[in-house]
């Protein structure tokens, strides 16, 4: 009786279904792939992303948060940057108000850069969950038709023969779950970790909207004093 282990009937399988199964196989590579640089890259930007509100946490204007923060790149330094270009932009106009919704529109641009860039990767893992069982289908309804043929070539119904066919077909279709079901699993992780990603960078563009409203606040004071004097 003919062995059928996996790779046996991999091996033995029509070239269109060898095609599929090495496809979905590659794709079931991208999302481990996807998952463990997704996973670094996320740990470390909360991380990096925590520890700066850490270090802003007792500054009082803008430029001593970027002095606390030195020449770091990332969200947090990109806030601040925003608020004081918009700050000296905006010098000698009286309305904090106008001050205050220009550098709130500048944030709400770099949350939304932020979020696509931290999202890159995604539409793959939900591409490989949504289409790799279709894919693996196709396979195995490709393969059973060739079983079918062979049958009606060999003009016999004996199960030992028909049943490695069918068995190689079906294979298609258990590859493709085996992709799309890690996949389905990984994006839905990844939508919450996200989520809760996306909250840290709110809450540092508010901590920078805070810092711009306290340094209106203080040079608005400065120019009653000086007009008391």
């Known amino acids: 009786m003919k062995e059928l282990s996996p790779w046996v009937m991999f091996m033995s399988a029509d070239v269109i279904v060898k095609a599929v199964m090495i496809g979905?196989?590659?794709?079931?590579?991208?999302?481990?792939?996807?998952?463990?640089?997704?996973?670094?890259?996320?740990s470390a930007a909360s991380a990096k992303l925590r520890s700066a509100l850490k270090k802003i946490a007792e500054a009082r204007s803008l430029a001593e948060a970027q002095m606390a923060l030195g020449a770091k790149q990332g969200v947090l330094p990109s806030f601040l940057a925003a608020a004081l270009r918009e700050a000296r932009m905006s010098a000698g106009l009286s309305s904090d108000a106008g001050i205050k919704e220009r550098a709130a529109s500048s944030f709400s641009e770099i949350v939304r850069a932020e979020a696509r860039r931290i999202r890159i990767g995604m539409g793959v893992l939900a591409s490989i969950g949504s289409t790799s069982p279709f894919v693996g289908l196709f396979g195995t309804v490709w393969g059973i038709m060739n079983s079918f043929i062979g049958i009606s070539k060999s003009q016999t119904t004996n199960l030992a023969v028909v049943a490695p066919g069918i068995a190689e077909a079906l294979l298609a279709t258990a590859i493709g779950l085996v992709a799309a079901i890690p996949a389905v699993i990984i994006y839905?992780?990844?939508?919450?970790?996200?989520?809760?990603?996306?909250?840290?960078?709110?809450?540092?563009?508010?901590?920078?909207?805070?810092?711009?409203?306290?340094?209106?606040?203080?040079?608005?004071?400065?120019?009653?004093?000086?007009?008391?004097?």
Request: without cysteine.
């Open 24 to 42: 979905l196989a590659f794709a079931s590579l991208m999302t481990w792939t996807v998952f463990i640089a997704k996973s670094i890259e996320l």
């Open 188 to 229: 839905n992780h990844f939508s919450r970790v996200t989520k809760s990603y996306l909250e840290l960078v709110n809450r540092a563009s508010g901590a920078a909207g805070r810092l711009l409203s306290r340094d209106l606040d203080r040079s608005h004071g400065s120019v009653h004093s000086r007009a008391a004097e």
